[in-house]
């Protein structure tokens, strides 16, 4: 782990082939977990500080709550986000920092891509729950000339078994929330230029 935050909690980053990996605690305060997401001041200016590091480095960030949550079946509440301010701040500092090109999120148990023009070369992609309807995970490819987002369900009986019982939940409304409203919200391949990042061998 390279560029820890001093206290050693909150944040990490890791360089893999040329890929610059962050990852952000984004419920580092005091709370019930019913509010928004939040960064922690430290966090939050040491996310920042890396970025301008090497602003063209390509670059993916895992957070648990998404920046912005969009076209949601259910009323959304601040519980469901990252606070405004503070997703505000991140979404400047993506705009500076051409080499992001992916934050991921998985909070909402729904597969959901958004595109934001204050920063459009990221794709903000929210990723159902294993847990539940649909039952899946998704994958990250990354080529040298761009990066796939696909998502793949469980293929056991049992999970498949279980997946059925748990479409129901909400009313029977969660499929329509978790599943993704279209293909292209839990399946994409963006194109853009990758070829710095190399393959790292086992």
């Avoid at 329509?176 to 230029?193: E, I, W």
Wanted: aromatic share 8%.
């Amino acid at each position: 782990m390279e560029n820890p935050l001093p206290s050693g909690r909150g944040a990490f980053k890791r360089d893999v082939g040329g890929l610059r990996i962050v990852g952000l605690d984004t419920y580092e305060k005091h709370g019930n977990g019913g509010d928004a997401g939040g960064l922690g001041a430290e966090q939050l200016s040491w996310f920042r500080s890396r970025l301008k590091e090497h602003k063209d480095q390509p670059t993916v960030v895992f957070g648990h709550h998404p920046l912005t949550v969009r076209g949601s079946v259910f009323p959304v509440t601040p519980g469901q986000r990252l606070n405004r301010a503070q997703a505000r701040s991140i979404l400047e500092a993506y705009a500076a920092a051409p080499g992001v090109f992916l934050h991921h999120a998985g909070h909402t148990h729904r597969n959901k891509r958004t595109v934001l023009q204050q920063a459009p070369h990221v794709v903000l992609q929210e990723v159902s729950a294993v847990k539940e309807y649909p039952g899946g995970f998704t994958l990250l490819r990354i080529h040298s000339g761009g990066f796939a987002v696909n998502f793949y369900k469980a293929t056991h009986p049992a999970a498949r078994a279980w997946g059925e019982r748990s479409r129901w939940v909400a009313g029977g409304l969660w499929p329509h929330h978790a599943l993704g409203r279209s293909v292209a919200d839990r399946n994409g391949v963006t194109v853009r230029d990758l070829s710095g990042i190399r393959r790292v061998s086992r």
